[in-house]
């Protein structure tokens, strides 16, 4: 799908509060090969955004796929909005994957978010693929604390909704906060993320994107 991109704050919501009654979150129509691990880089009150994808082989985590972008922006920087100062970019960077993915994780939320729409249900919609957010903090919800090993998690809830889940990827670490964000359910999205265990408290899916635009900002920056 596409849509005309919005040019203010409140229109922005507009937007979302009419995209969220088409998000689906539903089982995967078939077992997920590849996933491939979105991420953003920039300064606060800048313009320039850098974007990465690193595709992943599930199997074995190797990667077979990396594309970047470096774009501009006009969107003001808003909690809650910053999907419409991001996907830009990353649809620019999706444009040069020479593999497409079965799944999609960002660096953010799905569903966990005041209005549903985070930038992994925002940005399913518009690759009509299969996402989740797999954040580092939490943007709406409260969960009681998961237990210490690894592989627990505990959902996470917002206005009497399961809206995601804090999943513990260490033992004995901070959890990390999974919700579906479009075409895939919780329980698939927490099981993806474990898959994607590089022994670090991150998913290697965001990981290696993170460490992918750490080095085009770098370069771009420091020729």
Not at 36 to 53: L, P, Q
Not at 106 to 118: Q, S, T, V, W
């Amino acid at each position: 799908m596409t849509h005309p991109w919005p040019d203010s704050p409140e229109a922005a919501i507009a937007l979302q509060q009419q995209l969220r009654t088409q998000v689906r979150i539903q089982p995967l129509d078939r077992p997920a090969e590849t996933i491939a691990g979105c991420d953003i880089s920039f300064n606060k009150f800048e313009e320039t955004v850098y974007a990465g994808i690193v595709v992943l082989r599930l199997d074995t985590l190797e990667t077979i796929a990396e594309a970047t972008a470096i774009t501009t922006t006009s969107f003001p920087y808003v909690p809650g909005l910053l999907s419409f100062r991001e996907i830009p970019a990353l649809l620019e960077a999706w444009s040069k994957l020479t593999v497409l993915p079965d799944v999609v994780v960002f660096d953010g939320h799905g569903i966990a978010h005041p209005r549903r729409l985070g930038i992994a249900s925002h940005a399913g919609l518009l690759l009509d693929r299969p996402t989740l957010g797999c954040g580092k903090s939490v943007l709406v919800g409260r969960y009681e604390e998961p237990a210490p090993e690894r592989g627990s998690w505990s959902p996470m809830l917002h206005r009497g909704e399961i809206i995601g889940a804090a999943l513990r990827t260490k033992n004995k670490v901070n959890p990390v906060y999974v919700s579906p964000g479009h075409l895939i359910d919780l329980e698939t999205s927490v099981d993806l993320m474990l898959r994607c265990d590089g022994g670090y408290r991150i998913p290697e899916t965001t990981r290696r994107a993170h460490n992918l635009v750490n080095a085009v900002r770098r370069a771009a920056l420091h020729p």
